[in-house]
């Protein structure tokens, strides 16, 4: 197994939607990770699930920590990516984690090695992934940002299906479009949710 050759389609939709981002202004950031916030907190899989996975999102995203902070207040587990040696694993938040996290070269913060933290998979599994992406179709679609960790992740739970979260992507309103190239690597989404 090579590296996955970029898909000239995914560069092109990447470049496309990061250039939509960068026009959304601070407030219309904010107000749309607000309505986002509203409704995944009243999602049924989001209700039904103890175990949450998240990510710690960088100002191309809609805002994550507020739903962090969701999570942990009533009481169920929140995870957020660690990515190391070309892989990712989902490690368990604890209260003040955000404020003692380093940051990556691709800006995204994440534990440390040395902060011991729960490891999602191996302390009882998932319930709700809610993935980053590009950009996302209505159907299923999820474009992310070309390392393919999540599509491994996604996979690697869905060779148990009896044991395998929902995947939720959330998303501001301009990168949900009609349809985005899927690879046969690439991992289908269960929902998106947008503000608008």
Known sequence: M????????KTLLRNEIAARIATLSTEEKKRQSKA???????????KSSKRVALFMSTDEEVDTAPLIAHVMQRGAAAFVPQYAGGKMSMLRIEPG?????????HGISQHSKDQKRENAIEGGGLD?????????????????????YYDKFIASLR???????????IA???????????DEQD????????AD
């Open 128 to 148: 709700l992934i809610i993935a980053p992406g590009v950009a996302f179709s209505r159907n299923g679609g999820r474009v992310g940002h070309g390392g393919g």
């Open 36 to 46: 986002v916030f509203e409704k995944v907190i009243n999602h049924p899989y989001y």
């Open 172 to 182: 501001f309103s301009c990168q949900v479009v009609d349809e985005v190239p899927m």
């Open 187 to 194: 991992q289908k989404i269960d929902d998106v949710i947008c």
């Open 2 to 9: 090579g590296p996955i050759k970029p898909n000239p389609a």
């Open 159 to 169: 060779a148990n299906p009896e044991k395998a979260p929902k995947v939720v992507a």
């Open 97 to 105: 984690d955000d404020k003692n996290m380093a940051v990556t070269k």
